[in-house]
């Protein structure tokens, strides 16, 4: 089988796996909707009592509809896998196969986040209308642009998470690591558009890769301009490139010192 | 029973201790549960920062405040009853048998077999939340000294409700995870943000508000009728669980499955 069709199947398993568990897809759809509804409550009640400079209260829903799609969509269990391929010794069997360890991560990760985003997509897209109606001012020539951000955005996220799994080789509990990488995502642009915080926090926000899983493709979603895009998108190639060498380093190191006991 | 709080306290002391082995595990997850819980500090003194003065009726310290006894009674619940989110699991594969026959209260049995490491984490991040936002109100302390016991038994309350569904309407595994998620999103914002509906849902089906709105009205200003209703209620709702689970076990049906618990 050449390289490229194995890859190709095993993504497609991962699709075909995606649409199996319904009840997964069902609470994934419910949580989304709690979230937008909670927040689109929240931001109502801010621009009610105050005003948000930047952002018009249907922007920020929109903002946040958008970060949340990335989060959703690379909902993928691919820390927990490496982790606990690393630590229960699974990893042994999976280094036999004609596969290569993190094409063979990828591709299923591919899968099941091509899956995500298609149930979340819908739905983000449904209950934008619901809640707040079209996005003001929006510029339709700049689709290609936004999901090509967008790619790029779900692309950082998974490499930082292969990147978390695989410091499994060296601490004995990596789950902290993830849980505070998730939440440095969440405040430095899931919840918080980059403009938002502290004159002196955005500097080093946009220096940061946290920046570029979300806030990049959200805010090129919401208020799309060419200068942004030009910005934007190197800073998400550079980090991607950053975190997949990374990525690819842990495990070369990892596999140097992996010891197998057969039996 | 004492006889229930003794079989509490032993598992207590017996999960405590079995953390305890692997002891960078468990200062790992318990140090980055916290550690994750403080960012929402963040994203508040931001939203606070640009709104100036409250937001859906609440200031930022009454933020906190519902912030640190939500933190604090789940990881209660969780440090106490974590064996409640396993529930529907033991139900569908037979598991339960073994609780069945040893001589102590089934639900208590159950509930108390299984700690979670990073509740440990809510349960602290919470008291330290607590005194770092409300510093020596004495109010604030008695209300939270009370209702973090009372957030925690309704909160392992409504997970047990939804697990309970198992024994009627077969794997109700999504409703029980979803349950207590839902709980927590109404109970860590602002009561005034969601429209009346809601609010009458966190009054009566989702007991949000007994669970932190009530002991924050009550931190704020005291009134016997509303301790009363608090009580009460919570009292309601822990006892409507426990008759549930007990009729439900009615409808368990054994697998004879034969399993060793070390």
């Not at chain 1, 996220?157 to 990488?181: K, P």
């Not at chain 2, 001589?103 to 208590?108: D, F, K, Q, T």
Request: hydrophobic fraction near 55%; aromatic fraction near 16%; include cysteine.
């Amino acid at each position: 089988m050449s390289k490229a069709r194995k890859y190709f199947v095993i993504a497609r398993i991962h699709v075909q796996n995606a649409f199996a568990y319904r009840a997964n897809v069902i609470s994934g759809l419910l949580y989304y909707t709690l979230f937008i509804f909670v927040f689109f409550s929240l931001w109502q009640a801010i621009y009610q009592e105050g005003s948000v400079n930047g952002y018009t209260h249907g922007q920020v829903v929109w903002y946040l509809i958008a970060t949340e799609l990335v989060v959703f969509g690379c909902r993928t269990p691919i820390v927990s896998k490496i982790n606990e391929d690393v630590k229960t010794g699974a990893m042994a069997y999976l280094l036999n196969r004609p596969v290569h360890y993190i094409a063979y991560q990828a591709a299923a990760a591919v899968g099941q986040i091509l899956a995500n985003l298609c149930f979340f997509g819908v739905l983000a897209v449904a209950l934008g209308f619901l809640f707040v109606g079209p996005i003001p001012n929006f510029r339709w020539a700049g689709i290609p642009c936004m999901l090509l951000s967008g790619l790029l955005g779900v692309a950082l996220q998974f490499s930082s998470m292969v990147a978390i799994g695989l410091t499994a080789f060296r601490l004995e509990d990596n789950s902290a690591v993830y849980l505070i990488f998730q939440k440095l995502v969440f405040m430095l642009d899931v919840f918080l558009p980059v403009e938002f915080l502290p004159v002196w926090l955005q500097g080093i926000a946009k220096a940061l890769p946290f920046s570029y899983v979300a806030w990049g493709p959200a805010k090129l979603f919401v208020d799309f301009t060419w200068s942004l895009f030009f910005r934007i998108v190197p800073m998400q190639l550079l980090w991607f490139s950053v975190m997949t060498g990374f990525a690819l380093l842990m495990y070369r190191s990892g596999m140097r010192n992996l010891q197998m006991n057969g039996g | 029973m004492k006889r229930h709080l003794k079989i509490a306290l032993r598992y207590f002391k017996v999960n405590l201790a079995s953390a305890m082995e692997y002891r960078s595990s468990f200062l790992m997850q318990a140090f980055g549960m916290a550690l994750s819980n403080a960012t929402f500090v963040f994203f508040w003194w931001v939203a606070f920062s640009h709104v100036g003065g409250r937001i859906g009726g609440y200031d930022f310290a009454d933020v906190m405040f519902i912030w640190a006894l939500c933190s604090s009674a789940f990881g209660l619940s969780n440090v106490l009853f974590a064996n409640v989110s396993h529930l529907t699991r033991l139900i569908v594969t037979g598991e339960l048998d073994t609780f069945l026959l040893q001589p102590c209260n089934v639900l208590m049995n159950v509930c108390c077999a299984r700690t979670s490491l990073s509740a440990y984490g809510d349960l602290l991040y919470g008291i330290v939340l607590l005194a770092l936002t409300q510093g020596g109100n004495g109010a604030a302390w008695a209300s939270f000294a009370l209702g973090v016991p009372v957030g925690a038994a309704l909160i392992t309350a409504v997970g047990l409700t939804a697990h309970t569904l198992t024994f009627l309407l077969g794997d109700a595994s999504l409703a029980g995870s979803m349950s207590v998620e839902f709980i927590i999103n109404f109970c860590i914002y602002p009561e005034g943000i969601y429209q009346k509906f809601v609010r009458v849902l966190m009054y009566s089906v989702i007991p949000a508000a007994f669970i932190v709105h009530i002991p924050l009205r009550l931190a704020r200003s005291f009134s016997p009728g509303w301790l009363a209703l608090w009580l009460a209620a919570s009292v309601l709702y822990c006892g409507f669980a426990c008759w549930f689970f007990y009729r439900g076990l009615k409808k368990y049906e054994s697998g004879n499955l034969i399993i060793t618990r070390l």
